[in-house]
């Protein structure tokens, strides 16, 4: 297995809407993250995913780009940009742009010239099809709720967009767009940032058969996703892009693969395919979901969240690399999904930072979660602002008949606000986000839950986050061990060992608020110093680890002796 400088990487992910507001406007800027990197520092982390700071009108808050070489005026300017890129570098920080290029705006130039006339030499950058009849051309479902085309008067035919209607996807069959797209990456890399994390990029090559998809129970629209996720064409555009921009480069990147199983990323990732160096996939993200995807709320158990995950590290662990995250800008925040946000906020919050950053990949920490932060519940639809929670709740209400309460509960457990309401600073006005007013409200917990109290608490969940990454650097074995489950039938213990050569981590973590005992008939006879836990007060090496008692979500890693 090859060392690579992002494979030792711990990343964060800004989102900068809102991560900390400089000039009062009460929205997230590039200076304001500036004003932040010494907190980063001390933290420890080595790259910045920055999600999108480019021109947008912000109907997807950034991720429906209108110019890809101008910065978004809310953000700053590119001298802003530039000054960033230049004190993270002066800091050892790597910066990691977002690229959006499954879509642009509607506002785009591009689009504006596609949409202007069939014969318009910008036409076929997007994906127009007559309809069927007074039908749009496929039954697909957009993410956003409706369906995935939207008819032109103009021109009377529809185009795709499989997320909003002003997010027109590109027609990546047009080797113009891609030598457009290649072209602009290459302007950015060549300013220096250090690498891509790319939005939805699995979905990039469509069938071009267009079919139908199934109608699920309770559903109006068709499931396309298999008809635009893994496409025909994806591994030869990825291995073109590699080709072409990303291997002239000392980058890292990481392809965003909603609907990819670990043969599939086996396939994204592995060197020798010269494509991409991780991606994220969603499928223990999507655990508990339903007839109505996330918003469905089944409970979900352990053993489930087990396997998927013990699948995807022993899929890539020869060949490939795996990304490791609970959280980022369209998840809910792990303490409260995973955890117990209640009495058990900081030791649960721990528990789970512990399960993850043992496992062997690229760890990505979601800003606010290195301090424990957690879901929000608004009491009125009017206090959210991100479109899919509102589509969602204007077709269930409006066309379902659904009560607005119920609506409104999905919204609190799945919503992606949850991950968007401003990152806490401090107990003080809007928790230190903003002396104006946010464009998000600040959860109300601010007051106990903020990065000066952390920093300020040696006991903090952002002092163990630290000590986590310390270990990894120090630690080859955190990085590179092999990772082998144990107990997979518990509903209560996640236990697997991390082995390289003599070296070998035993980690045990109780994801329940009750006492629990793991029984390890393989380790009888064996002893266990203790590596790390959250246990609070003192700790004891184990004397045999036959069997280990485990305080509620009590985390503990020995190294077996
Ligand atoms: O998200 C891709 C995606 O599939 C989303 O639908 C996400 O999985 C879902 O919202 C989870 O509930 C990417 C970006 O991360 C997201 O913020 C954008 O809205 C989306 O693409 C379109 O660019
Ligand atoms: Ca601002």
């Known amino acids: 297995m090859a060392k690579q400088w992002w494979k030792e990487s711990v990343v964060y992910q800004i989102y900068p809407r809102s991560f900390n507001d400089s000039n009062g406007d009460g929205i997230g800027d590039i200076p304001g993250i500036i004003e932040k990197l010494d907190y980063l520092k001390e933290l420890g982390i080595d790259v910045i995913w920055l999600s999108p700071v480019y021109d947008s009108p912000n109907d997807d808050n950034g991720y429906d780009i209108r110019d890809y070489q101008a910065i978004m005026d809310e953000?700053?300017?590119?001298?802003?940009?530039?000054?960033?890129?230049?004190?993270a570098h002066n800091r050892g920080i790597k910066i990691v742009m977002d690229l959006v290029v499954n879509h642009t705006s509607d506002e785009h130039a591009w689009f504006v010239e596609s949409k202007s006339s069939k014969d318009n030499p910008k036409r076929d950058y997007y994906i127009w099809k007559e309809g069927k009849g007074d039908q749009p051309?496929?039954?697909w479902e957009s993410a956003f709720s409706g369906s995935?085309?939207?008819?032109?008067?103009t021109t009377g035919e529809y185009f795709l967009h499989i997320f909003s209607k002003k997010q027109p996807d590109l027609n990546w069959e047009n080797e113009d767009v891609r030598k457009d797209v290649y072209d602009m990456m290459k302007w950015w890399l060549d300013?220096?940032?250090?690498?891509?994390?790319?939005?939805?990029?699995?979905?990039?090559?469509k069938d071009p058969r267009f079919p139908d998809g199934e109608v699920h129970p309770g559903k109006q629209y068709g499931d396309g996703g298999k008809y635009f996720m893994n496409g025909p064409r994806i591994h030869e555009f990825l291995h073109e892009m590699n080709q072409e921009v990303l291997s002239k480069y000392d980058v890292m990147t990481v392809g965003e693969m909603p609907g990819a199983t670990p043969d599939e990323g086996k396939l994204y990732t592995a060197d020798d395919r010269e494509e991409l160096n991780m991606v994220f996939h969603f499928e223990h993200m999507d655990i508990g979901g339903g007839e109505l995807g996330k918003w469905t709320l089944n409970p979900w158990k352990l053993t489930e969240l087990k396997?998927?995950?013990?699948?995807?590290?022993?899929?890539?662990?020869?060949?490939?690399?795996?990304?490791?995250y609970w959280n980022n800008h369209d998840q809910p925040r792990v303490v409260s999904r995973f955890g117990n946000d209640a009495e058990y906020r900081k030791k649960s919050a721990k528990m789970l930072a512990t399960c993850l950053h043992m496992m062997k990949g690229t760890p990505y920490i979601y800003q606010g979660e290195e301090i424990g932060m957690t879901n929000v519940a608004f009491d009125r639809i009017e206090d959210y602002e991100d479109l899919e929670s509102l589509n969602m709740y204007e077709e269930r209400v409006n066309d379902f008949g659904e009560d607005p309460g119920s609506v409104l509960e999905r919204i609190h457990h799945r919503g992606r606000d949850n991950a968007r309401t401003p990152f806490q600073w401090n107990a003080g006005k809007n928790g230190g986000f903003t002396d104006g007013t946010p464009w998000l409200a600040v959860n109300p917990n601010y007051t106990e839950i903020n990065a000066e109290e952390a920093v300020n608490d040696p006991d903090s969940v952002f002092h163990f986050y630290k000590k986590l990454i310390e270990l990894r650097k120090s630690n080859e074995v955190v990085v590179y061990g092999r990772y082998d489950l144990l107990l997979e039938d518990s509903e209560a213990i996640y236990a697997y060992t991390r082995t390289l050569d003599s070296d070998q981590l035993l980690v045990l973590c109780n994801f329940t608020g009750e006492k629990q005992t793991a029984q390890l008939e393989d380790f009888a006879g064996k002893s266990g110093s203790v590596f790390l836990t959250n246990r609070e007060g003192d700790v004891v090496d184990a004397e045999d680890l036959k069997e280990v008692e485990l305080e509620p979500y009590e985390a503990i890693v020995f190294t077996v002796k």
């Open 148 to 153: 995935t085309w939207k008819y032109d008067e």
């Open 307 to 324: 396997s998927i995950l013990s699948k995807w590290q022993y899929a890539l662990e020869e060949k490939g690399w795996n990304s490791l």
């Open 191 to 205: 300013k220096g940032i250090d690498g891509f994390r790319m939005d939805v990029i699995n979905f990039i090559s």
């Open 137 to 139: 051309p496929t039954n």
């Open 75 to 87: 953000f700053g300017t590119m001298e802003d940009f530039d000054t960033l890129l230049e004190e």
